[in-house]
């Protein structure tokens, strides 16, 4: 091989190396700036808990009788959830409440035949507090979104 037909045959690689490059630096700078915000980490956060279907688990336990067989794990997600998620700065506390909240319905749903009440409770205790919890994230995300919910005016 001549040196002229190396060089022609590095070329395209080189090329292409230093594409791939570029788009690495524009991925990241991309990431950084989503990352910033949060705002998309809280949203994902806040949807998982809304559609974990609390309201069917404590009507389920409540109502029925009859304990869902996915109920200790759906509270020990919501956990992992609650507690991963990077929360608002004036909403970490109630977050951190909440976790607890999640661990203590997973542990009354522990075992072979938990406590129908004990449950009952927890899970009450968890659908409300979550409720709550999501109304303050909404009303967060709707003011960083600027967005008028009139609540404001029903004060």
């Given at each position: 091989?001549?040196?002229s ?7 395209p ?7 791939a ?6 991925a ?15 949203i ?31 509270a020990?997600?919501l ?28 542990a009354?749903l522990?075992?072979d035949a938990?406590d129908?009440?004990?449950a ?36």
């Amino acid at each position: 091989m001549t040196r002229s037909s190396q060089k022609s045959w590095l070329l395209p690689f080189a090329a292409l190396a230093l594409l791939a490059g570029s788009v690495l630096v524009v991925a990241s700078a991309c990431s950084e700036g989503e990352s910033s915000s949060g705002d998309a980490e809280v949203i994902n956060g806040i949807d998982i808990l809304d559609k974990a279907g609390l309201h069917g688990i404590d009507e389920s336990i409540n109502t029925d009788k009859t304990i869902p067989p996915t109920a200790r794990t759906t509270a020990q997600k919501l956990q992992a959830v609650t507690e991963l998620t990077e929360w608002p700065d004036d909403l970490q506390d109630d977050a951190d409440a909440l976790a607890v909240v999640f661990k203590d319905l997973a542990a009354a749903l522990d075992g072979d035949a938990p406590d129908i009440t004990k449950a009952g409770e927890a899970a009450k205790k968890a659908h409300d507090a979550e409720h709550d919890f999501s109304h303050d994230v909404w009303a967060h995300l709707y003011s960083e979104a600027g967005v008028d919910t009139g609540e404001e005016s029903h004060e």
